[in-house]
T-cell receptor, first 113, second 112 residues
Framework: AQTVTQSQPEMSVQEAETVTLSCTYDTSESDYYLFWYKQPPSRQMILVIRQEAYKQQNATENRFSVNFQKAAKSFSLKISDSQLGDAAMYFC??????????FGEGTQLTVNP | NAGVTQTPKFQVLKTGQSMTLQCAQDMNHNSMYWYRQDPGMGLRLIYY???????DKGEVPNGYNVSRLNKREFSLRLESAAPSQTSVYFC???????????FGSGTRLTVV
């Protein structure tokens, strides 16, 4: 069974600084998708970024980018120029084929002014 | 564009009571899901429906039942609520596996 692990339950960053959230996963598949979701205090789940495993190029969305290391099964999220609105719980997730999303445990990010 | 609508947003139940969480999506998605979120455990799949007329168990199905009423609606029922079912429940839908899910806004359920 696929597993997703986020080893950092909590992280903090100063406003305008850069922070990296870690995620590792276990799979025997070669073609799959990885996601980062943001959950602010409103509880809404918001898709931040998506990576297709067969693409070597790391995905970017404005201030959010990933470091995808397929051989190492690592998928970290980098947030540049952190803003107060980035404070949230972040979840890493994996999906293969028609299977369901498997989520990590989450990382609570605090942004300090 | 409502997306995925969940009701209610909050609920308090007494142990042994029953209730149904409602979920509806207006995106014509085939697949729908119910997850529960607990601190330190991420989101865990309770049940899912790959298409209208089918339902399957997920990781933590005990104590729950589901009904895929039609393509739009997927409800989750707690027949006899227990304190261990205190959690935040999310409904979600998707169409293509390369996409993520569209989530509802969640239901915070407390069982006392």
């Amino acid at each position: 069974a696929q597993t997703v692990t986020q080893s950092q339950p909590e992280m903090s960053v100063q406003e305008a600084e850069t922070v990296t959230l870690s995620c590792t996963y276990d799979t025997s598949e070669s073609d799959y998708y990885l996601f980062w979701y943001k959950q602010p205090p409103s509880r809404q789940m918001i898709l931040v970024i998506r990576q297709e495993a067969y693409k070597q190029q790391n995905a970017t969305e404005n201030r959010f980018s990933v470091n995808f290391q397929k051989a190492a099964k690592s998928f970290s999220l980098k947030i540049s120029d952190s803003q107060l609105g980035d404070a949230a719980m972040y979840f890493c997730a994996y999906r293969y084929g028609g299977s369901r999303l498997t989520f990590g445990e989450g990382t609570q990010l605090t942004v300090n002014p | 564009n409502a997306g995925v609508t969940q009701t209610p947003k909050f609920q308090v139940l007494k142990t042994g009571q029953s209730m149904t969480l409602q979920c509806a999506q207006d995106m014509n998605h085939n697949s729908m899901y119910w997850y529960r979120q607990d601190p330190g455990m991420g989101l865990r799949l309770i049940y899912y429906s790959a298409s209208e007329g089918t339902t399957d168990k997920g990781e933590v199905p005990n104590g729950y039942n589901v009904s895929r009423l039609n393509k739009r609606e997927f409800s989750l029922r707690l027949e006899s609520a227990a304190p261990s079912q205190t959690s935040v429940y999310f409904c979600a839908s998707s169409e293509y596996y390369r996409e993520g899910y569209t989530f509802g806004s969640g239901t915070r359920l407390t069982v006392v």
